[in-house]
């Protein structure tokens, strides 16, 4: 696990959208505030999306920091509380009304395999042994006796198998 940050910002001012050139500044400054607080050996992405704030519809961009740890290298020792006075200095100068900030640890999640084939014609059955997968109200948990209780013979919990679907959307 590594530390993740994300910080959102809106483009509107007042209900009006930043210029152009306000608006690459201020992702810069959020950027770069994300870059100094942590270490060099960390990944940034940037997503662009639209928002709601107050109501009013805006641009938004999501600014991520993965990969990285926080620095003692950069100004009084960064840190988590420098980077909430950077953020809060940010908004200051860009009036905005907040910037979001997310700070926690990313994992990588790889893919899980595939459930057991419940009978000859490869169709993955539900482990509660009576439907097929993707028959509504069969997510792939455990079985259970009409008294409520995990049946014994009831198989380990297993996925929803979208596989057939997701082949037949990716063509593959």
């Known amino acids: 696990m590594t530390l993740t940050i994300t910080a959102t910002v809106g483009r509107n001012l007042n209900g009006v959208a930043l210029t152009v050139e306000h608006w690459e500044a201020l992702q810069r400054r959020v950027r770069n505030a994300l870059t100094y607080a942590t270490t060099g050996k960390g990944k940034t992405e940037t997503h662009y999306g639209v928002g709601t704030w107050d109501g009013v519809t805006e641009e938004s961009v999501k600014i991520a920091r993965y990969g990285t740890a926080w620095s003692a290298d950069y100004g009084q020792g960064a840190g988590p509380e420098w980077l909430r006075a950077e953020l809060g200095e940010i908004a200051?100068?860009?009036r905005q009304d907040a910037i979001a900030l997310v700070i926690g640890e990313g994992e990588l999640i790889g893919p899980l395999p595939l459930p057991p084939v419940r009978h000859a014609?490869?169709?993955?059955?539900?482990?509660?042994g009576q439907a097929d997968y993707g028959t509504p109200g069969h997510d792939g948990g455990p079985a259970y006796d009409a008294e409520g209780v995990p049946a014994d013979t009831a198989p380990e919990p297993v996925r929803q198998d979208s596989a057939i679907a997701d082949r037949q959307v990716l063509d593959f």
């Open 121 to 128: 014609d490869a169709v993955r059955g539900c482990s509660c």
């Open 92 to 94: 200051r100068v860009y």
